[in-house]
């Protein structure tokens, strides 16, 4: 069976956009693929973090997988600390990849800004990181949002490199799977910018823990502009917010964006932003609440983690020892 790997950190509120560019994907990926889904932690630490913040970080991402509709036992859940195979084979990557693969990347560049100088070398080796994360268990598929997908390229190219110079095919080229019409979620309040954990402003984005209230205040203040709706999908072309509020609708609805259109064209924002507000809450709410009632209880929390690790240890090591073999490294 194809296998699937991906990740969320645990940095931040998790909003709109990763339940639709991500999660919501992968609750109907692991029929049909062996998947394994990770909290990385590592991944969370290349910018500063509050360490009680982390940790309750780490659990709500992981109570969100599960409230969000997936199966523990079918699926492996960990966090990325918990198996360190992860960060000893990004060390091994490291030593194979170009800088002027890392130097091309550009999540790089918004998240170090202008001063590059002071910015950590974590950071800057981040996606040699994920990289490790994806083919330490061979996966060959990727489900991510669009803007991950520079980096699921990288993984691909680093593991052809690997098999280029150890003349083998140990690792599988992996594919990003990019699926729907909300694959790049944007701001609530700047249609062209992506909805984000960082962005300073609560209403950017709507964030998977915000009660019916939260979620109705925030669709309704999210900017838009002064014409009624667009009557064709290349006129939604044109408009960056209603775009987006467009798109998420027709991706909550599981409609396409002809539909959604078509339904709404002419109408004014204030019809069409309480039917957003009331899909939004319809499959948020009860996800939210999943939620709050599973991180009363940690124990069932990190117990599943647990679980996770050790599953994920079992093939993490057994995979990091063929690539000592290969790369001349003595076993322990
Ligand atoms: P992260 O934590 O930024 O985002 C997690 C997932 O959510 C998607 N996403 C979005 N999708 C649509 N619209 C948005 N506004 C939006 N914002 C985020 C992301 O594309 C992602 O799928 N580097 C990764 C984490 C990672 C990883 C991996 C992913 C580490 N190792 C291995 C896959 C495989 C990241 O920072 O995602």
Redesign the pocket.
């Known amino acids: 069976m194809p296998r699937i790997?991906?990740?969320?950190?645990p940095?931040g509120n998790l909003?709109l956009?990763?339940y639709?560019?991500?999660i919501r994907n992968w609750v109907t990926l692991q029929a049909d693929y062996e998947c394994i889904f990770?909290i990385?932690d590592l991944?969370a630490l290349t910018l500063p973090q509050d360490p009680t913040e982390l940790r309750h970080a780490t659990r709500e991402v992981t109570a969100a997988y599960i409230a969000a509709g997936i199966d523990p036992e079918r699926c492996i859940i960990f966090n990325q600390s918990m198996v360190p195979a992860h960060a000893q084979l990004a060390w091994l990557f490291g030593c194979i990849t170009p800088l002027g693969w890392l130097n091309r990347m550009t999540q790089f560049k918004d998240k170090a800004g202008k001063d590059r100088e002071t910015a950590g070398l974590g950071l800057y080796s981040?996606p040699v990181?994920?990289a490790a994360?994806?083919l330490l268990y061979r996966a060959t598929h990727?489900?991510?949002?669009?803007?991950?997908k520079q980096?699921?390229e990288l993984a691909r190219d680093i593991a052809a490199a690997f098999n280029r110079r150890y003349n083998t095919e140990f690792f599988p080229l992996p594919e990003p799977q990019i699926f729907g019409t909300?694959?790049?979620?944007?701001s609530l309040r700047d249609g062209t910018k992506?909805?984000?954990?960082s962005d300073e402003s609560d209403f950017s984005r709507i964030n998977m823990t915000d009660d019916a209230d939260a979620i109705a205040l925030k669709i309704r203040r999210a900017k838009t502009d002064p014409l009624p709706l667009p009557a064709t999908v290349e006129d939604v072309a044109t408009r960056p917010e209603a775009a987006n509020l467009l798109g998420i609708y027709a991706a909550l609805t599981d409609e396409t964006m002809e539909t959604v259109v078509a339904h709404f064209a002419g109408r004014n924002f204030s019809d069409f932003k309480p039917a957003l507000a009331e899909r939004a809450v319809a499959s948020l709410g009860r996800i939210a609440g999943e939620m709050r009632r599973m991180l009363a209880d940690p124990g069932y929390i990190d117990g599943v983690l647990r679980r996770g690790a050790e599953r994920a240890e079992a093939i993490a090591v057994e995979h990091l020892h063929l690539v000592f073999d290969m790369m001349g490294l003595l076993r322990p």
């Open positions: 790997f991906s990740g969320i950190q940095t909003h956009g990763n639709l560019g991500a990770c990385v991944h981040y990181l994920m994360d994806i990727v489900p991510v949002g669009e803007d991950q980096h699921v909300a694959t790049r979620v944007m992506k909805m984000s954990k």
